[in-house]
């Protein structure tokens, strides 16, 4: 079964860039035909898909996001990385990486999540 695993820093300063990572285990992101999203809820808010990367490489951003946000990933460590530049407060949420068959269809697995706070 596949397992996902948020990492990073909890606080980040207003200005500077966010950047998490995702270690999978049980499965490969290469695997086809998954995609490995990035979704975040704010507090008192509903969840907000940001983006994801898929099992060839290609990159899908939330039209709202995409001048902010980049995915990447490094298939020897079997992980993939989330960057948002330019945070403000409004950025604070809990980040999620998950994975799911299609864009279109609903996250099948969910890492645990991590509390990430934009404060000074």
């Known amino acids: 079964q596949v397992q996902l695993q948020e990492s990073g820093p909890g606080l980040v300063k207003p200005s500077q860039t966010l950047s998490l990572t995702c270690t999978v285990s049980?499965?490969?992101?290469?695997?086809?035909?998954?995609?490995w999203s990035w979704i975040r809820q704010p507090p008192g808010k509903g969840l907000e898909w940001m983006g994801a990367?898929?099992?060839?490489?290609?990159?899908y951003y939330s039209p709202s996001l995409k001048s902010r946000t980049s995915i990447s990933r490094d298939t020897s460590k079997n992980q993939f990385t989330l960057q948002l530049s330019s945070v403000t407060p409004e950025d604070t949420a809990v980040y999620y990486c998950?994975?799911?068959?299609?864009?279109?269809?609903?996250?099948?697995?969910w890492g645990q999540g991590t509390q990430v706070t934009v404060s000074s």
């Open positions: 049980g499965g490969s992101i290469t695997t086809n035909y998954y995609y």
């Open positions: 990367i898929a099992y060839s490489g290609s990159t």
């Open positions: 998950a994975r799911r068959l299609d864009l279109t269809v609903p996250v099948a697995d």
